[in-house]
């Protein structure tokens, strides 16, 4: 089993900048893609960033310029750098991992976080 958590939320004034990480522990043999998305209340889950295992790294257009996803692959960790928040970006935000569990098997187990609030106040 894998465990993805996250930190780093909190309530923020507009304008504000956070940073995000979420931490990948247990039977990891390496991790693909890695990704942030959020929900805002009474929306649907939107993927937000994406980074690839070789550091190529895709945005939503809301957060482009704003956003930057990074990782750290020798401490299985993925981080969301956020500044000049507004308050639409006020959601939970969840990390998700395609994990290889198995040097033998080369389909990955795509695993979630529970998520971290972050809360943008006007």
């Known amino acids: 089993q894998v465990q993805l958590v996250e930190s780093g939320g909190g309530l923020v004034q507009l304008g504000g900048s956070l940073r995000l990480s979420c931490a990948a522990s247990?039977?990891?043999?390496?991790?693909?893609?890695m990704h942030w998305h959020r929900q805002a209340p009474g929306k649907e889950r939107e993927l937000v960033a994406r980074?690839?295992?070789?550091?190529?790294?895709n945005y939503a257009d809301s957060v482009k310029g704003r956003f930057t996803i990074s990782r750290d692959n020798a401490k299985n960790t993925v981080y969301l750098e956020m500044i000049t928040l507004k308050p639409e970006d006020t959601a939970a935000y969840y990390c998700?991992?395609?994990?290889?569990?198995?040097?033998?098997?080369?389909?990955?187990?795509?695993?979630w976080g529970q998520g971290t609030q972050v809360t943008v106040s006007s």
């Open positions: 998700s991992a395609e994990v290889y569990e198995d040097p033998s098997n080369w389909n990955p187990t795509n695993y």
């Open positions: 247990g039977n990891i043999f390496s991790i693909g893609a």
């Open positions: 980074i690839a295992d070789d550091g190529s790294t």
